[in-house]
């Protein structure tokens, strides 16, 4: 019989699988609803769909660069032993170069994109989660441009978990431009320099240095120098190139750079999970209800 959309929607709200997956399996059962839902479960794929509420704040991140373009991405898993398994590695490295390729917008219309001729990433993903058996999600991207006159610097710190791609403006020095990345990813800076800062951020950390001096007991009268100087050490703490350089604590990292001829352009910094909740499970208790099933 036909496979209507209205048939393949009921299916999807049942099992939570993707489109093409839900069509397949009617199409199998000669559009048996019951059928369709245990072709599914025999195939692990609504078995993956039930894992979606999980969170999954493990994982890599991965840079792909091709030319005067890059990616660089976090691809999230449920357990740090599953991010060092070679198929979630292969998994990353596909989706980066999707990415790469076909430069969608945002996560969501990534996930709509096709991957290969039969799956969106979406879909992909999911036939994924039925094999490994963990909640894997695509959770953020971002690419990068350069010009000629530019080099890109890449760096991911233990295989990924931190990931940095830098763009050093003047220059073709990869090793200069690592070097950055390096810094970065160790440092963690949250601009290239003064000039990204707000207006708005620069006078609430103002108001709360000079708040800080005053209950110090301070004099009015030297405040005022007091909290620029100070503003000065919130600058080195958040901006890249008023920063000591990790591998020469003599020089600020600007200062460097341009020693070299170049000059930082931008940069992306991913740490895997930062922000998310992540799971406190107990691994024993976990293990044990695996076995009484």
């Not at 894992?51 to 999954?56: M, N, P, S």
């Not at 991207?141 to 760096?155: L, P, Q, S």
């Not at 940069?267 to 909740?277: I, N």
């Amino acid at each position: 019989m036909a496979v209507t959309a209205k048939m393949v929607k009921e299916l999807r709200d049942k099992t939570g699988a993707g489109m093409m997956d839900c069509k397949k399996a009617l199409t199998e059962t000669d559009g048996d609803l019951d059928k369709a839902v245990d072709w599914l479960r025999e195939k692990g794929i609504s078995k993956a769909a039930k894992k979606a509420d999980r969170v999954a704040a493990e994982g890599l991140t991965a840079i792909e660069v091709n030319g005067n373009e890059a990616v660089i991405v976090e691809v999230n898993s449920e357990t740090d032993f599953v991010a060092k398994n070679e198929n979630f590695q292969n998994i990353l490295g596909d989706i980066a170069k999707h990415l790469l390729a076909n430069k969608p917008s945002s996560v969501e219309e990534a996930l709509e994109q096709k991957i290969n001729d039969e799956q969106t990433v979406q879909e992909y993903l999911t036939h994924a989660i039925a094999k490994i058996g963990e909640k894997i999600s695509l959770r953020r991207f971002e690419i990068v441009e350069k010009t000629d006159n530019d080099v890109f610097g890449a760096y991911l710190h233990m295989g990924g978990r931190i990931g940095v791609l830098t763009v050093v403006e003047g220059s073709n020095d990869e090793e200069l431009a690592k070097d950055v990345a390096m810094h970065a990813a160790a440092v963690n800076p949250r601009y290239v320099s003064r000039d990204e800062v707000s207006q708005e951020e620069v006078e609430r950390e103002r108001e709360v240095l000079k708040q800080q001096a005053l209950n110090e007991g301070k004099p009015e009268n030297i405040v005022e120098k007091m909290v620029e100087g100070r503003l000065g050490k919130y600058f080195e703490e958040i901006c890249l190139l008023d920063q000591s350089f990790v591998k020469d604590s003599d020089q600020k990292v600007g200062k460097y750079v341009a020693s070299k001829g170049g000059s930082v352009k931008t940069f992306v910094r991913y740490e895997v999970g930062e922000g998310m909740e992540k799971r406190e499970d107990n691994f024993a208790e976990e293990v044990m209800s695996q076995v009484k099933k």
